[in-house]
């Protein structure tokens, strides 16, 4: 049994990655998907490759208002409604605090923080009307701090901590709103770190099945949450990281 079948559902940053692995995931079970992102060639390509229920492809730029209420627009006029909400859109900045310039600031707040921010506000009186759901993805760096990483940090604990006030605020009214926290995820967003084989040591000695993740494990789990497996789950920032949050950060001893 496809558990979203006839649901509409919407996943940003559709064109790769995670977005891409949860585009096939949500199609696969049946659901209508509305694939959104800047890249409408790597949209179309996903498109292209999901069965199971109807696609429709909307370019947008979840950091404009404008685009991000076109694409509720347009989702609502194609298929009638909104069932689910994934956003997954976003992108990092590694520097030093004065090393990183504010253009870079402003851009990964725009993207990982006001497009979680948009979408939810203009998806929510559609979820409202068929008791739908919203998945976010935040990450392990929305949990804790890294290094080099303040930028990405800041716009990570924003989304988790929305994520946690939307659900107390909506919950009661029928809408579920959660969020995914993946660890090192193997994607475009991170080809640069999987070429470092030393650095790829690092994150397989700290995560404790040994490698980072792919976007369909994932993908997975964003399907779980929107299901109604996970009708009692709410408000919940879920870590998809291989066990890197068992650890108290200590070194490896006596083993």
């Not at 919407?10 to 949860?22: E, N």
């Not at 994934?86 to 402003?106: C, D, F, I, P």
Request: with cysteine; hydrophobic share 45%.
């Amino acid at each position: 049994m496809n558990r979203f079948d006839g649901k509409v559902v919407i996943v940003t940053g559709a064109g790769s990655g995670m977005g891409a692995a949860t585009a096939l995931r949500f199609a696969a079970e049946g659901a209508s998907v509305v694939l959104a992102g800047r890249r409408a060639n790597k949209l179309e390509e996903v498109a292209a490759r999901c069965q199971g229920g109807h696609t429709l492809v909307v370019p947008t730029d979840v950091s404009d208002w404008d685009q991000v209420r076109a694409l509720i627009d347009k989702t609502v006029a194609q298929f009638g409604g909104i069932d689910v909400l994934v956003n997954n859109a976003g992108v990092a900045v590694m520097g030093s605090l004065t090393g990183t310039s504010l253009e870079e600031w402003h851009k990964v707040m725009n993207i990982d923080v006001n497009g979680v921010v948009y979408g939810c506000r203009a998806a929510m009186p559609h979820l409202l009307a068929r008791g739908g759901c919203i998945v976010n993805v935040s990450s392990v760096s929305g949990l804790g701090g890294d290094w080099g990483m303040s930028f990405y940090n800041a716009a990570k604990g924003a989304v988790s901590n929305f994520t946690r006030a939307l659900a107390l605020e909506y919950g009661g009214q029928g809408v579920r709103v959660n969020a995914v926290c993946p660890a090192l995820t193997m994607s475009e967003m991170t080809a640069g770190l999987a070429d470092n084989a030393a650095l790829m040591s690092q994150f397989a000695e700290r995560i404790p099945l040994g490698r980072g993740a792919e976007p369909e494990e994932v993908a997975d789990v964003i399907a779980f949450l929107a299901s109604p497996d996970a009708r009692f789950v709410n408000g919940v920032n879920l870590p998809v990281d291989g066990g890197l949050h068992a650890s108290n950060g200590q070194p490896r001893v006596g083993l």
